[in-house]
């Protein structure tokens, strides 16, 4: 391999991972300083920079929903029809995604005014919603074997964002310091365009001069009838994903645990049990970690529906073993599993709609808890969750 092609796909892995760092990132860093960020003089009639003039309930809108209602417009709209652009390609995606995120990360950084925050996070929404549809794909083009661990990469990118801006909250979340969070994220979509170039070399394979063959639409994958096994498949595992709550625990984990330590915990467990799989898979097997991953994330909601409240231990040792079974399996395999559901002419528009149902159902989850957390004891959402589930 030459130097120059060597350098090419280096840059190429770094675009990607900082796009999907970036995805993580914007999980879990608005809701990290949302202590900071509010105005707590009881005044929401005017907004200042230090602080933004907001209620709880609409700052939480703005962390979970209209952030979901973006990613599904990236995923279920803007992806299928920059795919179908001539002259777009996968990589123009992903560098797409970086320019969203650089608008609306700094308009959240800059803005005196609590209505832009919502303008904010939809556009990094849509930044979120349009990468995980792209980058998901690259990783397995440049998979030289169906042991390689980069179809796993997208995860781990993810939960590397999500721990980042978790620890760097412990030091920003105060009065203006946690605009610094968003500010932080716009550098880093600046330097994801900087590695982008239209001409990004790739790694090539065997098949690269097979005969042309035109992309099906996500309404031909519907239609057909060889492909439905695997349509419900994706649909249900990327439903799965949402509906165990994670982003219960990743959008609002201080507001529901009310402590910085529990917080931190959450995300290095995360980041380390999402290695442990890199190294557990090949051996175990993907059904049998997404089974583990499943039972184990559903008892140990039941037990903190139980424990929440009453027994801090009790709390902090479900919550990790929660975020533990969901990192084994959960978190990391249905990105993996979905891009080897589909012919490479299934492929963008099997990942565009599994992703939008992954999408739908992080909406519901993070809107229905937004409602919910006013109106019912925290046990009691966690309850219904188990039920749910």
Not at 49 to 63: G, H, K, N, P, Q
Not at 263 to 283: C, E, K, P, Q, Y
Not at 339 to 368: F, H, P, R, Y
Request: glycine share 8%; net charge neutral.
């Amino acid at each position: 391999m030459t130097v120059a092609k060597q350098t090419g796909n280096l840059r190429t892995f770094l675009f990607l991972s900082l796009a999907c760092f970036l995805y993580g990132w914007s999980v879990t860093a608005i809701g990290a300083v949302q202590n900071a960020a509010i105005c707590q003089t009881g005044d929401i009639s005017a907004s200042k920079f230090e602080c933004l003039a907001i209620s709880d309930t609409s700052y939480s809108f703005a962390v979970g929903p209209f952030f979901a209602m973006g990613g599904l417009l990236g995923s279920l709209i803007i992806a299928p029809y920059l795919g179908n652009k001539e002259g777009w390609n996968n990589l123009s995606r992903v560098a797409f995604s970086g320019f969203a995120s650089l608008v609306g990360q700094v308009i959240i950084a800059m803005t005196p005014f609590s209505s832009l925050l919502f303008v904010g996070r939809f556009l990094s929404g849509i930044s979120a919603g349009v990468a995980i549809v792209s980058v998901p794909i690259e990783f397995e083009r440049m998979k030289d074997s169906e042991d390689s661990y980069l179809g796993l990469l997208t995860q781990i990118s993810i939960v590397s964002g999500l721990t980042t801006a978790q620890a760097l909250s412990l030091v920003l979340a105060k009065p203006t310091l946690w605009r610094l969070m968003p500010g932080i994220a716009g550098i880093l979509s600046g330097l994801q365009l900087l590695l982008h170039r239209k001409e990004l070399p790739l790694p090539t394979d065997d098949h690269e001069e097979e005969e042309y063959r035109p992309d099906l639409s996500m309404l031909d994958v519907f239609r057909d009838k060889e492909m439905r096994p695997n349509l419900i498949k994706a649909i249900l595992l990327l439903a799965s994903q949402q509906i165990a709550g994670i982003n219960i625990i990743l959008f609002y984990s201080k507001m529901i645990f009310n402590s910085d330590l529990i917080s931190m915990g959450i995300t290095l467990v995360n980041l380390v049990m999402t290695f442990v799989t890199v190294l557990v898979v090949n051996r175990l097997g993907k059904r049998s970690l997404f089974n583990i991953s499943y039972i184990g994330a559903i008892a140990s909601i039941g037990v903190l529906s139980l424990s929440l409240d009453r027994s801090y231990i009790i709390t902090s040792i479900a919550i990790y073993i929660y975020i533990a079974s969901f990192s084994i399996g959960l978190g990391p395999l249905p990105f993996d599993i979905l891009t080897s559901l589909s012919t490479e002419q299934t492929k963008n528009s099997l990942t565009s709609i599994g992703l939008s149902v992954n999408w739908l159902s992080n909406l519901a989850v993070s809107a229905a808890f937004s409602i919910l957390v006013s109106i019912l004891d925290k046990k009691l959402i966690f309850a219904l969750l188990f039920l749910f589930l």
